[in-house]
């Protein structure tokens, strides 16, 4: 890729330096001395002038060097006062004529030269301002091109996207041998749109095809098309493509499609639209350019809902590829890739940390590591261990430790029956993941304490019984205030939230409500891959609407009641296992199996109790 040099102030200013330093020199050597008329008629009468050069006005001359040698001697000027100076002139022998001889070579270094300097960078800015100014540049693509040396990313370093890798494996071998699929008649798909949610690896699968290909790789944002200027939008499309012909076999590579193919009509007040047109010249331009000579169009958007439907249709984007959320198993081959680029000391256990991260994307594990190599470095090891990424998961998943926030003997005690009532709870029932950790620490912005959990295996299904148990768990902190103290405190805010919408999802989207039956409530149209927002009423009666809230009022009072079931019926375990938290502020998962295996053992209790919670939060 040509490497791009930016205008500066600087190459003026060294340039206007230049231009008066040589100017400075060729007057210093062409410097003439003005003299009074009177010291001329004195210079000529004790014979030091050589020859003179008069004019109507004044007298220029050159005087004999006083050494006596050979080099010619200074010139003077003169105001010219009496016509009769040539009898002066004839008695001393003195060379005159009506005219000096002119030094032509001065004249090209006193005029030419600086003339030449100065166009010179004039012609230098304007390049540079060319170059960088858009209004110089109109309809002109503003794509980075990366030609085959400069693209080192290949497949082996997108991890946890086997399926999506396989799909563009095909992509590479087009590029490589297109007579293959062209001799019995076949065409690559024109478009290739990958979709996924942020963070998954979009953009990197699409270098890595093209360093496998080894062809260029054209790459844009799809904000880059649309400007102020009608019509410009449209002139880079057509640009781009027009560049791409010329260098193919290539890739053309657009990032956040939705910027430029949103569908058109939406949000459009009247008038024309400029992104409108800019997506049907894109339009045109999938449609006119012939497949077969090298150029593949791709595009990454984590919002496919809101594209045109003339983009996807086939002979456009005629291929979607998914790029989902790593599994297990992608997560461990990750977390390996961005391992192997730092120092680690010890065992570090992939595996172990990808259970920990259920639901992280590959930027998420990147940064996670990232906050593991700075965290070794803050405690001045040279080597980071499994102790700063247990510790960099946590930071990430529950916040920054607050050591410094002080909190009140009392507050600390709610705190910590809070968090026990939810695993206490959670080990009662069936279908939970084990505890990682209970913490008193205060993290982030407002938790004043957490429970992590970490699950056994990959789910993608939930029962109705799991979901009920799961929102009994998140409801078990508040009960354990209740039975404990008398009184609630604010802390739960965040539990109940979230057990609200999970109550509320059972019963408008999971049809698990018996007086609704299998009917799903929620119509409105959420972002695939991006956080849903709050949906407005759906299209139902205004009795339907009473009759969800009773439901999920009823949800909720249930599992409420069978948290304060559980929790009276183990308020021993809850207090004595309170006292241990509140000395040692954090327990792990396995010292508090043995504890509550102890107390359980001296109680002979008849419920199984097995490690589990989800990580819950108490805020203030």
Same mark, same amino acid.
């Given at each position: 890729?040509?490497?791009?040099?930016?205008?500066?102030?600087w190459?003026?200013?060294?340039?206007?330096?230049?231009?008066?330093?040589?100017h400075?020199m060729i007057?210093?050597?062409?410097?003439v001395?003005n003299?009074?008329?009177s010291?001329f008629?004195?210079?000529?009468?004790?014979?030091?002038?050589?020859?003179?050069?008069?004019?109507?006005?004044?007298?220029q001359?050159?005087?004999?060097?006083?050494?006596?040698s050979?080099?010619?001697?200074?010139?003077?000027r003169?105001v010219?006062?009496?016509?009769?100076?040539s009898?002066?002139?004839?008695e001393?022998?003195v060379?005159?004529?009506?005219?000096?001889?002119?030094?032509? $070579?001065?004249t090209?270094?006193?005029?030419?030269?600086?003339?030449?300097?100065?166009?010179g960078?004039?012609? +230098?800015?304007?390049?540079?301002?060319q170059?960088?100014?858009? +209004?110089?540049?109109?309809?002109?693509?503003?794509?980075?091109?990366y030609?085959?040396?400069?693209?080192?990313?290949?497949?082996?370093?997108?991890?946890?996207?086997?399926?999506?890798?396989?799909?563009?494996?095909e992509?590479?071998?087009?590029?490589?041998?297109?007579?293959?699929y062209?001799?019995?008649?076949?065409q690559?798909?024109?478009?290739?749109?990958l979709?996924?949610?942020?963070g998954?690896?979009k953009?990197?699968?699409?270098?890595?095809?093209?360093?496998?290909?080894?062809?260029?790789?054209?790459s844009?944002?799809?904000?880059?098309?649309?400007?102020?200027f009608v019509g410009?939008?449209a002139a880079?499309?057509?640009? $781009?493509?027009?560049?791409?012909?010329e260098?193919?076999?290539?890739i053309?590579?657009?990032?956040?499609?939705?910027?430029?193919?949103?569908?058109?009509?939406?949000?459009?007040?009247?008038?024309?639209?400029?992104?409108?047109?800019?997506?049907?010249?894109?339009?045109?331009?999938l449609d006119?350019?012939?497949?077969?000579?090298?150029?593949i169009?791709?595009?990454?958007t984590?919002?496919?809902?809101?594209?045109?439907?003339?983009?996807?249709?086939?002979?456009? +984007?005629?291929?979607?590829?998914?790029?989902d959320?790593?599994?297990?198993?992608g997560?461990t081959?990750?977390?390996?890739?961005?391992?192997d680029k730092?120092?680690?000391?010890?065992?570090?256990?992939a595996?172990?940390?990808?259970?920990?991260?259920a639901?992280?994307?590959?930027?998420?594990?990147a940064?996670?590591?990232?906050?593991?190599?700075?965290?070794?470095?803050?405690?001045?090891k040279?080597?980071?261990?499994?102790?700063?990424i247990?510790?960099?998961?946590?930071?990430?998943?529950?916040?920054?430790?607050?050591?410094?926030?002080?909190?009140?003997?009392?507050?600390?005690?709610i705190?910590?029956?809070?968090?026990?009532g939810?695993?206490i709870?959670?080990?009662?029932?069936?279908?939970t993941?084990?505890v990682q950790k209970?913490?008193?620490?205060?993290?982030?912005?407002?938790a004043?304490?957490?429970?992590?959990?970490?699950?056994?295996?990959?789910?993608?299904?939930m029962?109705?019984?799991?979901?009920?148990?799961?929102?009994?768990?998140?409801l078990?902190?508040?009960a354990?205030?209740?039975l404990?103290?008398?009184?609630?405190?604010?802390g739960?805010?965040?539990?109940l939230?979230?057990?609200?919408?999970?109550?509320?999802?059972?019963?408008k989207?999971?049809?698990?409500s018996?007086r609704l039956?299998p009917?799903?409530?929620?119509?409105?149209?959420q972002?695939?891959f991006?956080?849903?927002?709050?949906?407005?009423?759906?299209e139902?009666?205004?009795?339907?609407a009473r009759?969800i809230?009773?439901?999920v009022?009823?949800?909720?009072?249930d599992?409420?009641?069978v948290?304060?079931a559980?929790?009276?019926?183990?308020?021993?375990?809850?207090?004595?296992?309170?006292?241990?938290?509140?000395?040692?502020e954090v327990?792990?998962g396995?010292?508090l199996?043995d504890l509550?295996?102890?107390?359980q053992?001296e109680?002979?209790?008849?419920h199984?109790i097995?490690?589990?919670?989800?990580?819950?939060?108490?805020?203030?």
């Amino acid at each position: 890729m040509e490497k791009q040099h930016k205008f500066s102030l600087w190459y003026v200013l060294l340039g206007v330096w230049l231009v008066l330093l040589l100017h400075n020199m060729i007057a210093s050597a062409l410097m003439v001395e003005n003299i009074p008329y009177s010291e001329f008629v004195k210079l000529v009468k004790e014979g030091k002038v050589a020859e003179i050069a008069i004019s109507e006005n004044d007298i220029q001359g050159r005087m004999i060097p006083s050494d006596g040698s050979s080099e010619k001697g200074a010139l003077f000027r003169t105001v010219r006062v009496d016509p009769g100076i040539s009898e002066l002139l004839e008695e001393n022998n003195v060379t005159y004529s009506g005219r000096i001889e002119s030094n032509f $070579l001065g004249t090209i270094m006193s005029w030419v030269i600086p003339i030449a300097l100065f166009f010179g960078i004039w012609m +230098f800015m304007m390049r540079r301002f060319q170059q960088q100014s858009g +209004f110089m540049t109109i309809g002109k693509n503003k794509a980075k091109i990366y030609m085959e040396d400069d693209v080192s990313i290949r497949f082996k370093d997108a991890a946890g996207v086997d399926e999506a890798r396989q799909e563009l494996e095909e992509v590479t071998s087009f590029l490589q041998e297109p007579g293959r699929y062209t001799r019995v008649g076949g065409q690559i798909p024109r478009g290739i749109l990958l979709v996924g949610p942020p963070g998954t690896g979009k953009t990197l699968l699409a270098k890595a095809v093209a360093g496998e290909s080894g062809v260029p790789f054209f790459s844009l944002s799809g904000s880059e098309f649309v400007e102020m200027f009608v019509g410009l939008g449209a002139a880079r499309v057509r640009d $781009l493509f027009k560049e791409a012909k010329e260098k193919a076999p290539c890739i053309i590579f657009i990032d956040e499609l939705d910027a430029l193919g949103k569908a058109r009509g939406i949000g459009m007040a009247g008038g024309h639209d400029e992104r409108e047109q800019t997506l049907n010249q894109l339009l045109v331009e999938l449609d006119g350019f012939d497949p077969n000579v090298g150029v593949i169009l791709m595009a990454a958007t984590n919002r496919p809902e809101i594209l045109d439907p003339a983009l996807l249709r086939p002979g456009r +984007f005629d291929r979607q590829v998914l790029v989902d959320r790593p599994d297990k198993s992608g997560r461990t081959d990750i977390l390996k890739i961005y391992l192997d680029k730092v120092e680690t000391e010890g065992v570090i256990d992939a595996e172990k940390i990808a259970g920990m991260t259920a639901g992280m994307v590959g930027a998420d594990l990147a940064n996670l590591v990232n906050e593991a190599a700075l965290l070794a470095v803050r405690r001045n090891k040279e080597r980071l261990g499994m102790a700063e990424i247990e510790e960099a998961v946590e930071r990430v998943v529950a916040g920054l430790e607050k050591k410094n926030r002080l909190i009140n003997p009392a507050e600390k005690e709610i705190v910590a029956h809070h968090e026990l009532g939810h695993a206490i709870v959670a080990m009662a029932l069936p279908g939970t993941d084990p505890v990682q950790k209970i913490s008193i620490i205060p993290r982030g912005i407002a938790a004043l304490g957490y429970t992590m959990q970490v699950p056994t295996e990959e789910r993608f299904l939930m029962r109705k019984t799991e979901l009920n148990n799961r929102i009994a768990t998140l409801l078990g902190g508040r009960a354990a205030e209740e039975l404990v103290f008398n009184d609630i405190s604010t802390g739960a805010h965040n539990d109940l939230a979230r057990a609200t919408d999970m109550a509320r999802s059972m019963v408008k989207e999971y049809g698990m409500s018996e007086r609704l039956g299998p009917v799903y409530f929620a119509h409105k149209r959420q972002p695939q891959f991006l956080n849903p927002i709050p949906e407005a009423r759906g299209e139902y009666s205004d009795e339907t609407a009473r009759i969800i809230d009773e439901e999920v009022r009823r949800i909720i009072d249930d599992q409420y009641a069978v948290a304060l079931a559980i929790l009276r019926e183990n308020m021993d375990l809850l207090k004595r296992t309170a006292i241990q938290l509140l000395e040692d502020e954090v327990i792990e998962g396995p010292a508090l199996a043995d504890l509550l295996t102890s107390v359980q053992a001296e109680k002979n209790d008849s419920h199984p109790i097995r490690p589990d919670t989800q990580p819950e939060e108490v805020a203030a």
